[in-house]
């Protein structure tokens, strides 16, 4: 037998007060006389059978007192019969659910599940059957019924510690919603008469998911009990969590800023924080934050391809997040300019520094005199203006023939008309009148090599600047494309098919004496697009959660970690189990992997809001209590109680005590009517 309040025995103190009763009641050894006894009569001493029945009426207090303090110490027995209001039968169908899912990573939450499980299996009998699923996204079984029935009982518990050493917590969000559905719908599948005991163990965090739940049909004698475990962590109360923003990857450009949200708990205790960048390029900085609230952040610095974002002296859960860019395959880029590398008033100048702020990880740039014959085969992008040498046109006509891409701008009205030529076009070409400057109006958006600029942030093209461009007039039979004008209607961008390849032309020249555009912050996300033209379109970009199935390109063969290590083929889709950067091989592409942002919702969630949602909850007596220090009751004792509370043996104590106050009460008063002589 044990006690879920024993320190209610102090009141054992107590009985001494109707024994300290009874010996004032004796015969005074000392008696003072005085005048007024003269007229009363002496009482007659007391008989044997008096004495009993004081004696009786003293031991009856006593005894009211002391079962008093044993029904306020709440007495119970631990294998006295199943719990959560199931009814009583042969045996028990026990089914465990473990949450194993990200929130349990927390330090000392997942020891703690595992002693719930173990405590609860203690309470069983050896015809009782048992079951242990761990669930997250999905539901794995852990121990079954028919292993547990063909293990000896003996053995069963050895068993079950073996199993629950190895399980451990994963990366998936909590789908106990799923979990719940999948234990009921195979109870009524199975169409069980006898009855069906569900015991959650989890944290029953904030951000489970629990929309599974929503018109489940229950089956008979079918019950849940919640063991939820206590918070051990200040996360909840005054955590930052962080969010990232992935970038489209149909619209945005390669070099938009990497962005995250910054999310304070309510409790947040403070005005800012410390987030650190980890990766090739490790950073710090503070962001300002309220609590309550939340705000969106651009990670500062030179750019670079991915990193993992997280809060500075983290506690020992905290939903960091792996960011990244679009990935953009590496390219190999002819520059055809001729001028000094050093001098500022050249061409060649401006558009080295453009071409090399795409990063050294996406472009090798290579000056026209430094490229071999041999490596033609593998530039992507040639960039030149109409003054290149013959043989460089030649070269690059013939790489562009075979699928290679070419950007040309026209520095002059005399070296124009051969560009003309390169296509079989006679073109009129002229030196535009520019009164003040022209600016870019009309361009065909919905062409790859403009698709950066469909988002709000890099759209607007009234601040380049244009002061001098070449008007060009095409052949009416010309299979030349305009993507873009100036204000005027004259073509500023041109696209012109070569073989496999495209050649654009710029009607005007990058230097910064004829315009800002290689100057400006457009130019670098224009030639990203071009070097996604030039590579086959843009590489493939996934964001998906751990656990998560999601789609592969065709042809993937494998996944190449960020730490190195390589996951084997995955076929069509593919399911990574943890977090992180994963280049996709062999098309270039990226998939990034975060746990789900409700993971990051680490606050309790009342056990109420599943009754709410019609699951049969068996509620036990001390669910949501704390002690007095505030911290919540553990899962044994949250157990105890609900076994105290089905057994319910204190209410029948306080009928018995009741029964003895009656009895005392009547007696006392039969003792006061037969006395002769009333006190006065």
Wanted: include cysteine; hydrophobic fraction near 45%.
């Amino acid at each position: 037998m044990s006690f879920l309040s024993p320190w209610f025995f102090l009141g054992l103190l107590a009985v001494g007060a109707p024994l300290v009763a009874h010996l004032r009641r004796l015969s005074v050894k000392n008696r003072v006389a005085f005048s007024a006894m003269d007229f009363l009569e002496p009482l007659p001493p007391k008989k044997a059978r008096q004495r009993w029945e004081d004696i009786a009426l003293m031991v009856a207090r006593i005894g009211a007192l002391g079962l008093l303090a044993f029904a306020f110490a709440r007495p119970y027995v631990k294998k006295s019969g199943p719990v959560s209001g199931v009814p009583a039968s042969e045996h028990r169908r026990l089914v465990v659910l473990l949450d194993t899912s990200a929130s349990m990573r927390r330090a000392g939450f997942f020891s703690e599940a595992r002693d719930s499980v173990r405590q609860i299996a203690s309470s069983l009998t050896d015809s009782d059957e048992f079951e242990l699923l761990g669930f997250d996204r999905i539901v794995r079984p852990v121990l079954s019924f028919e292993i547990w029935r063909q293990t000896p009982a003996g053995e069963r518990s050895g068993l079950l510690n073996e199993l629950l050493a190895r399980t451990d917590p994963g990366w998936a969000q909590t789908e106990l919603g799923g979990a719940l559905k999948f234990v009921a719908d195979r109870a009524a599948r199975d169409a069980m008469e006898e009855p069906v005991e569900v015991v959650v163990v989890s944290d029953l965090q904030e951000g489970c998911r629990l929309a599974k739940l929503q018109g489940q049909q229950w089956p008979k004698n079918f019950h849940v009990r919640v063991v939820q475990l206590p918070l051990k962590s200040p996360v909840p109360d005054d955590g930052i969590s962080l969010h990232w923003l992935p970038p489209d990857a149909e619209t945005a450009s390669v070099e938009a800023p990497i962005k995250i949200q910054v999310t304070a708990a309510p409790g947040f205790r403070g005005d800012r924080v410390k987030l650190v960048l980890d990766g090739l390029h490790p950073r710090e900085w503070m962001v300002p934050v309220s609590a309550g609230k939340t705000r969106s952040v651009t990670v500062p610095g030179p750019a670079f391809d991915f990193g993992y974002v997280r809060v500075s002296e983290a506690s020992d859960f905290v939903s960091g997040v792996w960011v990244s860019r679009l990935p953009q395959k590496r390219a190999l880029v002819a520059l055809g300019y001729t001028g000094d590398l050093k001098d500022p008033s050249s061409t060649r100048y401006f558009v080295h520094r453009a071409v090399n702020a795409l990063g050294e990880a996406r472009v090798e740039v290579v000056a026209g005199e430094n490229l071999a014959p041999e490596r033609d085969a593998d530039v992507g992008l040639w960039i030149s203006n109409a003054a290149a040498s013959p043989e460089w046109n030649l070269r690059m006509r013939s790489a562009v023939e075979k699928g290679a891409l070419a950007i040309l701008t026209l520095e002059d009205v005399s070296r124009a008309g051969s560009v003309g030529a390169l296509f079989g076009e006679v073109w009129d070409v002229k030196e535009a009148p520019v009164s003040d400057f022209a600016i870019l109006g009309e361009m065909d958006r919905r062409h790859p090599v403009f698709a950066p600029f469909k988002t709000p942030q890099f759209s607007d093209f009234s601040g380049v600047r244009f002061w001098h461009y070449r008007r060009i007039v095409l052949p009416k039979d010309s299979s030349t494309r305009v993507l873009a004008r100036f204000e005027g209607s004259d073509p500023a961008l041109l696209e012109c098919a070569l073989g496999k390849g495209r050649i654009y032309v710029w009607t005007s020249d990058w230097r910064p004496q004829d315009a800002q555009w290689v100057l400006s912050s457009r130019c670098v996300p224009f030639l990203a697009g071009c070097l996604e033209m030039a590579a086959g379109g843009r590489a493939p970009f996934l964001v998906t959660t751990p656990g998560e199935s999601f789609a592969l390109p065709e042809g993937t063969t494998g996944l190449l970690g960020s730490d190195g290590m390589r996951l084997p083929e995955v076929g069509p889709r593919g399911t990574v189990d943890q977090p992180g950067v994963f280049a996709l091989e062999p098309s270039g592409g990226i998939a990034v992997v975060n746990v789900a942002r409700e993971e990051g919702r680490l606050a309790a969630l009342p056990p109420e809001k599943l009754k709410d949602l019609g699951v049969p909850i068996a509620k036990p007596n001390g669910e949501g209590r704390q002690r007095a220090s505030g911290s919540p009751l553990s899962a044994e004792v949250l157990l105890s109680e609900e076994i105290e509370a089905q057994q319910g043996g204190w209410r029948w104590l306080l009928g018995v005590v009741l029964v003895l106050l009656t009895l005392e009460t009547w007696w006392a008063a039969r003792l006061s009517s037969v006395s002769k002589h009333p006190a006065l």
